[in-house]
T-cell receptor
Framework: GENVEQHPSTLSVQEGDSAVIKCTYS??????FPWYKQELGKRPQLIID?????GEKKDQRIAVTLNKTAKHFSLHITETQPEDSAVYFC?????????FGTGTRLTIIP | SAVISQKPSRDICQRGTSLTIQCQVD?????MFWYRQQPGQSLTLIAT?????????ESGFVIDKFPISRPNLTFSTLTVSNMSPEDSSIYLC?????????????FGPGTRLLVL
């Protein structure tokens, strides 16, 4: 089955700096890659997603890039703010089933 | 997007007992899933809840331990049977709505279960 690896497991950045989280997947049939943000005690919230026919997608301060050949995708957050502090999960979808990465705990230092 | 609710929001149960978790959506959805999130861990898919038929379970999860029902397009239940402390987790349902693009999943608020 699909295997998704996510790095780093923890990330601390100064407020205003950029944060990058990277994921790799194993199944070349994966065709959909969402990113979720989970704040403490809350449900995972979809923040951005990308499909396999697109290389990059941007939504305000958040962007995702996909390299199908290398089977990796990344989340980029620019101009980070304290409210960006949370755990971020990447996922890959095969036949509409999501396999999640292990998560990255992002801390924004004021 | 659809409004998803879960009951109960949390519970403390004794080992050997069973708990049924409900997931209700305010509109018809195409797909419903159940996930487990162990403390401090990622999300693991338990099964796909199929409307009117048996659920499709992922490797490591069996129907006797996690029976699932989905009687219609807006409701599903997950039962955690014969519980042990290792079942202490957050259980989340997710849905793919009819108005969303295929595969986009939205999560319910979760049920926080502690087994003593």
């Amino acid at each position: 089955g699909e295997n998704v690896e996510q790095h780093p497991s923890t990330l601390s950045v100064q407020e205003g700096d950029s944060a990058v989280i990277k994921c790799t997947y194993s199944d070349s049939a994966s065709n959909y890659f969402p990113w979720y943000k989970q704040e403490l005690g809350k449900r995972p919230q979809l923040i951005i997603d990308i499909r396999s026919n697109v290389g990059e997608k941007k939504d305000q301060r958040i962007a995702v890039t996909l390299n199908k050949t290398a089977k990796h995708f990344s989340l980029h957050i620019t101009e980070t703010q304290p409210e960006d502090s949370a755990v971020y999960f990447c996922a890959a979808s095969v036949n509409e089933k999501l396999t999640f990465g292990t998560g990255t705990r992002l801390t924004i230092i004021p | 997007s659809a409004v998803i609710s879960q009951k109960p929001s949390r519970d403390i149960c004794q080992r050997g007992t069973s708990l049924t978790i409900q997931c209700q959506v305010d509109s018809q959805v195409t797909m419903m899933f159940w996930y487990r999130q162990q403390p401090g861990q990622s999300l693991t898919l338990i099964a796909t809840a199929n409307q009117g038929s048996e659920a499709t379970y992922e490797s490591g999860f069996v129907i006797d331990k996690f029976p699932i029902s989905r009687p219609n397009l807006t409701f599903s239940t997950l039962t955690v049977s014969n519980m042990s402390p290792e079942d202490s987790s957050i259980y989340l349902c997710s849905v793919v709505g009819r108005s969303t693009t295929r595969e986009t999943q939205y999560f319910g608020p979760g049920t926080r279960l502690l087994v003593l």
